[in-house]
């Protein structure tokens, strides 16, 4: 059996991060299993390459829901990074950090975890091109791009629509408020991606104390009394174990996580035995409290070119390629959420409850197996997103065998409270509100989906339970508190009643942040290292 002192399980946001931090003094030594390969990929590399990775099992775990009735019986597609990196290689890119009220409930059950803890921790954390000042970090090692350079034309238009909507510019969506209308900072690089495995984990790969062993998908957590003392994993179709001196992190995500903990003996009592699992620790909470945000896109048709008009064309793919390769710069070197923005969607709430994306190009005709980004429509359409941020409906991750390479059971739940179904229908009217502006309303030929044919509540209602999907912001799973009887991980992100073994990545929120999920899996592991360093004294 090999030996070392820390154990990370999962290269993804919070792992590389927790990597970073827990080798930067160089008095431990630290090993990080990856299930994925290598985030050296053209697709990976290339900001809008995200397209090409969303059904790829190559660099994608491509988990499905389970059919469920809040979306009209469909099956929701769940992509989740196996590549260094994780999601935030595969991801759109965007960084929002949440409301800071969403920190200060983090922090009410959860010493460390309020909001001035984690603003200190993420100023540490970020580079951001914008400076910085009380709210942005400047000289650390995550750069962020201001992401105002290159931007399609319509993207002012669209603010000053929201504007005229009674929605206020934003200069910036992690300054002093959330709520308005503006553009998002994104984890780009020049024309690269700034995952978190080319931020965190490559520069610390070059630490003596650090290693990195891909293709090592970890099977069960090692368990000696109420200990954890290592991993056993598979790779290259030979069964592996590595014991842990110190302790081991779980830091799969939000599905693997629950997995891997229900696999070990940690997790519902009658869910394991079930499995014929010997029960180390019941606790029902193990892939319980499963939060996702939910969204949908309103499209128009344009009277005026979109990124579809020069995406579509093999010429316009050629030039936006030589564009990119030659000068780094085009739609290539971007997401495609170039503008956002958060709403409330009644006056009497005390913090925006949805949010925004605006995307200058439409995919109403999409590709069988892929996420057409490179494809878009053969018109010029444009789309308007939004997702719910504070969702009241819950879901699990279950295993469904005891088989370690199969997939788990995820039940999503979408839209099962009326409060959610309500939050969403006044959301979707919004929309139509902005589109109606004058600033954006002269350059609509027509709306194409749902249609001016769907006007009513209930004909709304089933429009978006028909069309709309998660934005991929799984969480929640293994949720810290201070009650074993409702969380999994304390303050401490130590899993109750099991020594040596911690959890830092999504699945650790005590609840949903309003906004994109990989800032705060970043902050999750950066302040995991800096928990276990302290506890290492």
Not at 240 to 256: D, F, K, T
Not at 368 to 382: H, I, K, S, W, Y
Request: glycine share 12%; hydrophobic share 35%.
């Amino acid at each position: 059996m090999e030996e070392t002192d820390y154990i990370i399980v999962g290269a993804g946001s919070a792992g590389c991060a927790l990597a970073y931090r827990l080798s930067e003094n160089g008095r431990h030594r630290v090993t990080v299993l990856e299930a994925g390969g290598s985030d050296r990929r053209f697709f990976v590399q290339m900001p809008l390459g995200y397209g090409k990775l969303f059904y790829n099992p190559a660099v994608n775990w491509m988990y499905s829901a389970e059919p469920d009735p809040g979306l009209n019986g469909q099956r929701d597609h769940i992509p989740r990074g196996r590549i260094l990196g994780g999601s935030s290689s595969i991801n759109a890119m965007v960084w929002i950090r949440g409301h800071r009220a969403d920190y200060d409930e983090w922090g009410a059950e959860n010493p460390g975890w309020g909001w001035d803890e984690v603003l200190a921790a993420y100023r540490q954390i970020e580079d951001n091109e914008a400076g910085g000042n009380d709210w942005r970090g400047k000289g650390g090692p995550l750069y962020i791009s201001r992401n105002r350079k290159g931007l399609h034309w319509l993207v002012e238009d669209y603010i000053t629509a929201c504007g005229e909507a009674g929605l206020p510019y934003n200069d910036d969506f992690n300054g002093e408020s959330q709520e308005g209308a503006g553009t998002y900072q994104m984890t780009i690089r020049g024309r690269r991606r700034n995952s978190a495995a080319r931020a965190f984990l490559r520069p610390a790969m070059r630490r003596k104390t650090l290693s990195v062993v891909t293709g090592a998908q970890v099977t069960r957590v090692l368990l000696e009394g109420n200990r954890a003392v290592g991993v056993e994993y598979l790779r290259d179709g030979r069964r592996h174990l590595l014991r842990a001196r110190a302790e081991v992190i779980l830091s799969g995500g939000a599905i693997n996580t629950p997995q891997l903990l229900q696999l070990s003996g940690i997790g519902p009592g009658g869910l394991l035995q079930e499995m014929g699992i010997p029960v180390a620790v019941e606790n029902a909470n193990v892939g319980a409290h499963l939060t996702d945000h939910h969204g949908i896109n309103y499209t128009w048709k344009m009277k005026v070119p979109t990124y579809n008009n020069i995406l579509r064309p093999w010429f316009g793919k050629a030039l936006m390629g030589m564009w990119y390769l030659a000068l780094g710069g085009g739609p290539l070197a971007k997401s495609i959420n170039h503008g956002g923005g958060f709403f409330r969607t009644r006056p009497d709430l005390d913090r925006p409850n949805m949010q925004l994306y605006m995307q200058a190009f439409s995919t109403l005709l999409p590709r069988a197996g892929e996420r057409p980004l490179l494809t878009p429509d053969p018109f010029p359409g444009l789309s308007l997103g939004l997702s719910n941020c504070r969702p009241t409906s819950r879901g699990h991750v279950r295993i469904a065998s005891p088989d370690p390479l199969a997939h788990p059971e995820i039940v999503a739940n979408a839209y099962s409270t009326a409060e959610d179904v309500e939050e969403m229908l006044l959301a979707v009217k919004f929309l139509r509100r902005i589109a109606a502006q004058p600033s954006f309303a002269r350059w609509v030929e027509e709306e194409l989906r749902p249609g001016p044919q769907v006007q009513s509540d209930e004909a709304l209602i089933d429009d978006f339970r028909q069309r709309s999907g998660t934005v991929y912001h799984p969480s929640c799973t293994a949720r810290m508190g201070p009650d074993p009887a409702a969380s999994v991980i304390d303050a401490r992100l130590r899993v109750h009643g099991v020594e040596g073994l911690r959890v830092a990545d999504a699945s650790s929120f005590p609840n949903l942040i309003a906004g994109n999920t990989n800032a705060p899996s970043i902050l999750v592991g950066w302040k995991a290292g800096e928990i276990l360093l302290k506890d290492a004294r």
